[in-house]
């Protein structure tokens, strides 16, 4: 059975990707994570704010005594290779590339405006097959506007695809008030693909001990509605690959974004719940769905039931939400589309 699929241009052996996550920070991981069946890997984060301090301290340190006497050499601070979270980066993305037949993919997390760019020709340089522009942006500034907030994120994307030649993929939130509006925009900027959506890792209080907490919880398949709605609207109406992520935990899960539109499927929460292995069980799942149906291959079932292939397209639109509450008797039923 065929399974491959087209992501940013690459041509991958199936859908399934292993997203951002502290797994795809180890060398070990990685070359498990693809004999698990993984077809593309995106590496753990790095963050914007630590290349511009890194790059700030060593200022700070080279330029140390640099006045006292043109051969007072030994102010400077001695030199070490791959002794910055960077250099580390940058090796383990030649690593990987080595080690690996499978796309490796950069994470770049970034939230300011300038400053940083280079580092994503680096990553270029290193042997990125590709970079996912991670962007969180929480825009707490009460002045700023919806559009401002919109130009921030069109500024970055230009300014990255300038920088690099490699594809490039936009992983956002779905906090537009427009998303859709935005993809396009987005795709007019250079973005080679959306990846649908960030899950923006929000702090919880303690009312016992009056704190902000910061703790990570893993996705559900409930959390997918989302993506999912927002996949189903974008199918075969914006250019940029779609990736999706998010509430991945079983193969239903895959096939119903599959079926949504998306040309890839993300995963971190079940591979860290359940294994690096739980990926043989989600492509099984694949394959038995496939060949249940007599497909052979993915361009059947993908995009099926996205919008513009819907039999009734109002069901991602208003018409769906009211017929859900007229519908709902309290038990947990809703009425039926004749």
């Avoid at 990707?17 to 070990?28: F, H």
């Avoid at 400053?115 to 097959?129: E, H, N, R, V």
């Amino acid at each position: 059975m065929d399974l491959s699929t087209n992501y940013m241009g690459m041509t991958l052996r199936n859908p399934l990707v292993a997203s951002s996550s502290p797994l795809t920070g180890q060398m070990g991981n990685l070359r498990a994570l693809e004999d698990a069946g993984a077809a593309a890997v995106v590496l753990p984060s790095m963050f914007a704010e630590q290349i511009e301090a890194e790059d700030e301290r060593h200022a700070q340190l080279t330029q140390a005594g640099a006045l006292s006497s043109p051969e007072a050499t030994s102010y400077f601070p001695a030199q070490h290779a791959n002794s910055s979270a960077a250099d580390h980066y940058l090796a383990l993305i030649e690593s990987a590339r080595a080690a690996l037949h499978i796309p490796v993919i950069a994470s770049l997390n970034a939230a300011g405006m300038d400053g940083w760019t280079g580092f994503a020709a680096q990553m270029q340089q290193a042997g990125a097959s590709a970079i996912e522009l991670n962007i969180h942006f929480v825009p707490t500034d009460l002045q700023s506007s919806g559009a401002e907030v919109e130009f921030r994120y069109l500024h970055i994307v230009r300014m990255i695809k300038q920088s690099v030649q490699i594809p490039v993929a936009v992983k956002t939130g779905p906090h537009f008030s427009a998303p859709g509006h935005m993809a396009r925009q987005l795709a007019e900027a250079g973005a080679d693909g959306l990846v649908l959506y960030n899950r923006f890792y929000q702090p919880d209080i303690d009312p016992v001990r009056l704190q902000i907490v910061h703790d990570l919880a893993l996705s559900r398949s409930a959390d997918m509605r989302l993506p999912l709605l927002w996949l189903a609207v974008l199918h075969g109406r914006v250019a940029p690959s779609l990736a999706a992520s998010t509430g991945v935990q079983q193969a239903d899960d895959v096939v119903k974004y599959l079926l949504a539109g998306a040309d890839v499927v993300m995963t971190t929460s079940a591979l860290l719940t359940h294994g690096i292995d739980h990926l043989r069980t989600l492509l099984a799942g694949l394959t038995d769905w496939l060949g249940q149906r007599d497909m052979s291959h993915l361009r059947p079932m993908r995009g099926l039931l996205a919008q513009r292939n819907a039999r009734h397209p109002e069901d991602y639109e208003r018409a769906n939400y009211i017929q859900i509450l007229q519908g709902y008797g309290g038990s947990g039923a809703t009425i039926a589309r004749p």
